[in-house]
């Protein structure tokens, strides 16, 4: 758990991160912020309707990368949709700010847990290190 919270704090103390995904042979990067850890998992957020969405459900490999403090961090790994109502709630409780476009009943609202992620820290004074959860 110590690398998965050492991540979101770094995530959290940037406050943007970049959601790389991939549509046919083309990257697409686009700024989320929208964070939370439930049951032990990395979590995001976007909506069904939105063209990221549709990107993750033809191919779950995508890549966040975030910079703070002279330091940045990038996560690869698969984000999976997680289907339950709870997470759904969970993640708008802990972001209320999204509450005024999505609501965990409203059939949009999709959340995302990160599987099999390797986190590299780097900056351009120190080695590289990568923490996996």
């Known amino acids: 758990m110590e690398a998965l919270e050492r991540v979101y704090n770094f995530l959290k103390e940037a406050g943007v991160f970049y959601l790389a995904t991939v549509e046919g042979d083309q990257p697409r990067v686009r700024p989320f912020g929208a964070?939370?850890?439930?049951?032990?998992?990395?979590?995001?957020?976007?909506?069904?309707?939105?063209?990221?969405?549709?990107?993750?459900?033809?191919?779950?490999?995508?890549?966040?990368?975030?910079?703070?403090?002279?330091?940045?961090?990038?996560?690869?790994?698969k984000l999976i949709e997680d289907t339950r109502?709870?997470?759904?709630?969970?993640?708008?409780?802990?972001?209320?700010?999204?509450?005024?476009?999505?609501?965990?009943?409203?059939?949009?609202?999709?959340?995302?847990?990160?599987?099999?992620?390797?986190?590299t820290f780097s900056s351009f004074t120190s080695a590289p290190e990568t923490v996996t959860f």
């Open 35 to 77: 964070l939370n850890i439930f049951e032990g998992k990395l979590y995001t957020q976007t909506g069904h309707i939105k063209p990221v969405s549709k990107q993750l459900a033809a191919n779950p490999k995508a890549e966040i990368c975030a910079f703070k403090d002279g330091m940045w961090l990038r996560v690869s790994a």
């Open 85 to 119: 109502r709870e997470a759904r709630k969970d993640m708008l409780d802990k972001n209320p700010g999204l509450r005024n476009m999505y609501s965990e009943d409203d059939g949009n609202t999709e959340v995302v847990y990160f599987q099999d992620a390797v986190a």
